[in-house]
């Protein structure tokens, strides 16, 4: 069963553009992990927050974590052609012994 | 260092037969994580190896199996393939604990077909 749900399944804009991507889940969590995955291959994993984070940056994403709405959100800044892929945000589950467990994804196009 | 392996990358397979898949995970990282992925389930754990136990398993029948080996490399094993079992078959490492305790490090993939 999915724990953490994905918003919007689909999202395309142009380059430059910011892309915000968010993710719902049912139960407390230990941590929260968003990866991208470029069509058919491996995952990169991209910002583990953890359940006592409320935002953490790298680069160009900014993610952030509301425990009380048992929700995230991922801001990809100022968006590159390069930055089409699908992104899965993955949740530990307190009590799962560290048991990943993936949204079904957003597929995100930027468009040149 | 080099990234996680997984060996073969395609493999095509009809009903009925098993397959082995092999996952040789970054130098120093102890835990092996495999996941499904098809359109339709997503992303779907398999099992977890840490020091060669089986820490965390998945909802999947026991037709899929797996080990781990002394050197961290691990395997996963489908008998008597159905046609549902297409997919692709991630393998990921880190360096300690549980799977979802750091970042995962993903492999290629290996995409079955089942004929």
């Known amino acids: 069963s999915q724990q953490g749900e994905e918003d919007p399944q689909a999202l395309s804009i142009q380059e430059g553009e910011n892309a915000t991507m968010n993710c719902s889940y049912k139960t407390s969590i230990n941590n929260l992990q968003w990866y991208r995955q470029n069509s058919g291959r491996g995952l990169v994993h991209l910002i583990l927050?953890?359940?006592?984070?409320r935002e953490k940056h790298s680069g160009r994403l900014r993610v952030t974590l509301d425990t009380s709405k048992k929700s995230s959100s991922l801001l990809i800044t100022a968006s590159r052609a390069a930055d089409t892929a699908s992104y899965f945000c993955a949740t530990v589950t307190r009590g799962s012994n560290y048991k990943l467990t993936f949204g079904k994804g957003t597929l995100l196009t930027v468009n040149p | 260092k080099a990234g996680v392996t997984q060996t073969p990358r395609y493999l095509i397979k009809t009903r009925g037969q098993q397959v082995t898949l092999s996952c040789s995970p970054i130098s120093g990282h102890r835990s092996v994580s495999w996941y499904q992925q098809t359109p339709g389930q997503g992303l779907q754990f398999l099992f977890e190896y840490f020091s060669e136990t089986q820490r965390n398993k998945g909802n999947f029948p026991g037709r899929f199996s797996g080990r781990q080996f002394s050197n961290s490399r691990s395997e996963m094993n489908v008998s008597t393939l159905e046609l549902g079992d297409s997919a692709l078959y991630l393998c990921?490492?880190?360096?300690?604990?549980?799977?979802?305790?750091?970042?995962?490090?993903f492999g290629p993939g290996t995409r079955l077909t089942v004929l």
């Open positions: 990921a490492s880190s360096p300690t604990g549980g799977s979802g305790e750091n970042e995962q490090f």
């Open positions: 927050i953890r359940s006592n984070e």
